[in-house]
């Protein structure tokens, strides 16, 4: 029987769920010493902790570097506390004050107008694929298209999107997954580089605005905004373009091959999407640190303990998704879900990242109908604290 959680295991992103349920049932406020934090399992909690930023407070909560060893922590400086300023990283009124500014970017109308852009990429991708017949689906076709609507809207150059690619997928690993002491030291030595890179990257636009993201950030530069706030903020919206939205892409496509439900018909794509993101989310949870003693379910939460809001327990939650574990590309509430967050932290992104996987899906649908699952290829996924992706889907049309 499994008794915690255990990032080292494939079960602890692949298949957590009949743990899940055990914990919600009979733990609802666990106490993982694997992840040296008090785990809310129930949807409701989740989502009252996520409503209660006076009691569970998001400063540093996306900081989960105490794995890193003091060598590690040396070569980091004050780089460390990386994401310190960041908009899911803070409470009010610093929250409110870069939420307002980020807020700028992704008005319906600038959200809408890449549309059309991300679906040329994936078109332009899949003429090029198309008379193959088989491809990975997580190196050659899911991330291209996201990678490149994200580096036009922040105002990465073509010729960078690559470098980009690799060192976030370096500080991703070295801040959010476990790591041996060598590889934390080459991971921390690409961490600096992908930093002095964005840094660049603002200090250019500060003299050469364009039209992107980078330009209007850097504008607020004095005004709203602090010089690092800005890089933090290009760095972690490069992130979830390079690294979530595609993983979610991936999990999503899997389900639906798994399930005999692709292609998925057009007036049914975006509730299979959230259906998708609700059983097979690419995000697992957030962390927050209790402010005060808290009480919850006959468990003592002591002021200052770090606190995992489990959104994936939260989504298979029987008492607001029934039969959580079956997949109803109908589903009524799918949309219920919490993977992008909740509350002053539902994620400024959400409305891009949610019509980039239903135009993929759109798009891929009507390119590869026959779309499969290469038979006797191994499925695996990526090890993490916090992200579900895989690591390769082979597939074959």
């Known amino acids: 029987m499994i008794e915690d959680f255990d990032v080292s295991s494939d079960w602890h992103v692949a298949a957590p769920y009949d743990f899940l349920r055990g914990l919600r049932r009979d733990r609802p406020v666990f106490r993982s010493e694997h992840l040296g934090a008090y ?15 006076r009691r569970f407070s998001s400063k540093g909560s996306l900081t989960i570097s105490r794995s890193l060893t003091a060598r590690t922590r040396e070569k980091l400086g004050e780089h460390g506390s990386f ?34 852009m991300f679906r040329r990429l994936n078109e332009d991708l899949l003429d090029r694929l198309v008379a193959r017949g ?5 190196s050659e076709i899911g991330h291209e298209p996201s990678i490149k609507l994200t580096a036009r809207f922040i105002g990465v150059p073509e010729p960078d999107e690559a470098f980009v690619q690799a060192h976030v997928k370096d500080w991703f690993q070295l801040f959010l997954s476990p790591q041996p002491p060598e590889r934390q030291l080459e991971l921390a030595d690409s961490f600096l580089t992908y930093l002095d890179y964005v840094d660049r990257l603002v200090a250019t636009r500060a003299k050469d605005p364009k039209d992107d993201f980078a330009s209007l950030m850097t504008s607020l530069i004095g ?44 007036e049914l794509v975006a509730n299979a999407a959230e259906e998708c993101m609700r059983i097979d989310g690419a995000s697992l949870g957030s962390f927050r640190y209790a402010i005060t003693d808290i009480s919850l ?29 079956r ?40 390119r590869l109908p026959n779309l499969r699952l290469v038979p006797g290829r191994p499925i695996a996924y990526r090890r993490s604290l916090v992200g579900r992706g895989l690591t390769s889907l082979p597939v074959e049309w």
């Open 327 to 366: 997949f109803l590309i109908d589903r009524q509430n799918a949309a219920e879900h919490m993977v992008f967050g909740y509350g002053i932290h539902f994620c400024v992104g959400a409305a891009l990242g949610r019509l980039q996987l239903r135009t993929a899906l759109d798009v891929l649908g009507r």
């Open 223 to 266: 005004e709203e905004l602090s010089h690092r706030e800005v890089v933090e903020l290009i760095s972690t919206i490069l992130l979830g373009g390079n690294d979530t939205v595609p993983n979610q892409l991936g999990n999503t496509v899997l389900r639906l091959l798994r399930e005999d439900a692709w292609p998925v018909r057009p």
């Open 83 to 116: 994401l310190s300023s960041f908009v899911a990283n803070v409470d009010p009124p610093d929250h409110t004050r870069l939420r307002r500014s980020v807020s700028r970017a992704f008005t319906p109308r600038a959200v809408a107008a890449m549309e059309g």
């Open 134 to 138: 088989e491809a990975d689906f997580v």
């Open 297 to 325: 379910h006959g468990v003592e939460i002591p002021k200052g303990s770090l606190v995992l809001l489990s959104t994936d327990s939260a989504a298979h939650d029987e008492s607001v998704f029934p039969d959580p574990e």
């Open 39 to 53: 785990v809310l399992t129930r949807y409701a909690d989740v989502r009252a902790a996520y409503g209660d930023p």
